[in-house]
């Protein structure tokens, strides 16, 4: 079992920038592939981008990249996402989700079995 929980969230006027935590407890947080998802008001959850155990991988949707950036801190158990750039369209409550390491990164939410409870970002234009 493990426990997530995200900070970080906020208001922010469009063209700044956020910075998301998610504090992982329980299990050794360096086994799992790690990934942040979103979900706006009336649409699906959508993955925003996912970073293998070791940090040395990461995938991101086309719609973040080049402004998003994920990373992890495993002697901290900590994940992060550095949103720049942010657009009103960012705005979503964005979850983090841990997942058993596989051989390819994934963007589907069933590959993430634990889920944090999400952190609303607001982007104003």
């Known amino acids: 079992q493990v426990q997530l929980v995200e900070s970080g969230g906020g208001l922010v006027q469009a063209g700044g920038s956020l910075r998301l935590s998610c504090a992982a407890s329980g299990r050794t947080f360096s086994r799992y592939a790690m990934a942040w998802f979103r979900q706006a008001p009336g649409k699906e959850r959508e993955f925003v981008a996912a970073i293998s155990w070791s940090g040395g991988t990461t995938d991101y949707a086309d719609s973040v990249k080049g402004r998003f950036t994920i990373s992890r801190d495993n002697a901290e158990s900590t994940l992060f996402l550095q949103m720049n750039s942010l657009k009103p369209e960012d705005t979503a409550v964005y979850y983090c989700?841990?997942?058993?390491?596989?051989?390819?990164?994934?963007?589907?939410?069933?590959?993430?079995?634990?889920w944090g409870q999400g952190t609303q970002v607001t982007v104003s234009s």
């Open positions: 989700a841990a997942g058993a390491p596989r051989a390819r990164l994934s963007g589907s939410r069933g590959a993430y079995d634990y």
